[in-house]
């Protein structure tokens, strides 16, 4: 069993729930630049009136992630259910997966001095038996969808 998000972007309300939820659970430092999940604002008009679009994001498990082929020291590594995840202690700071990341869905944790990147909660959530995130689980407008 593969384990995948959805994202209902039309009900983003940008609250930001969803990134504090996934701070707190995961230790994610402050900062903008800090984080496993994000909601972005792109300014655009529709029928010539100002509109805002909201798309939530995050990493995207990919099945065939390129994060995963170039890392150099197997700390980009597929998990139990398709996870990609990363093994802190292996991490040399490369950041070729950084760099290799479609949705540029990682960050550098500088308390651990690694990679970082959203797990699905698996650290703090799935091993424990619960099969639900932490930033679904305060959605108020359900925009994540976890399974």
Same mark, same amino acid.
């Given at each position: 069993?593969? @384990?995948?998000m959805?994202?209902d @972007?039309?009900?983003c ?5 969803c /990134?504090?939820?996934c701070k707190e659970?995961?230790?994610v ?13 792109? /300014? ?7 509109f805002?679009?909201l ?7 990919c099945l065939?992630?390129?994060c995963?082929?170039v890392c150099?020291t ?13 093994d802190?202690d292996?991490?040399?700071l490369c950041?070729?997966c950084?760099e290799?990341?479609? @949705?540029?869905a990682r960050f550098v944790?500088d ?7 959203c797990?699905f909660?698996?650290d703090?959530?799935l091993?424990n038996? /619960?099969?639900?995130?932490a930033c ?10 976890f399974?």
């Amino acid at each position: 069993m593969n @384990y995948a998000m959805s994202l209902d @972007y039309q009900s983003c309300i940008d609250c930001k729930a969803c /990134e504090v939820a996934c701070k707190e659970e995961n230790g994610v430092q402050l900062g903008a630049d800090k984080q496993r999940i994000w909601v972005t604002q792109v /300014e655009t008009s529709i029928f010539g009136q100002p509109f805002i679009s909201l798309h939530p994001s995050q990493c995207n498990h990919c099945l065939d992630a390129p994060c995963v082929d170039v890392c150099p020291t197997g700390s980009s590594f597929f998990g139990i259910g398709g996870i990609v995840m990363t093994d802190k202690d292996l991490c040399i700071l490369c950041k070729a997966c950084m760099e290799a990341c479609p @949705y540029d869905a990682r960050f550098v944790d500088d308390t651990h001095v690694a990679v970082d990147k959203c797990n699905f909660c698996y650290d703090t959530r799935l091993v424990n038996g /619960e099969m639900t995130t932490a930033c679904q689980a305060t959605c108020p407008t359900k925009v994540r969808i976890f399974w």
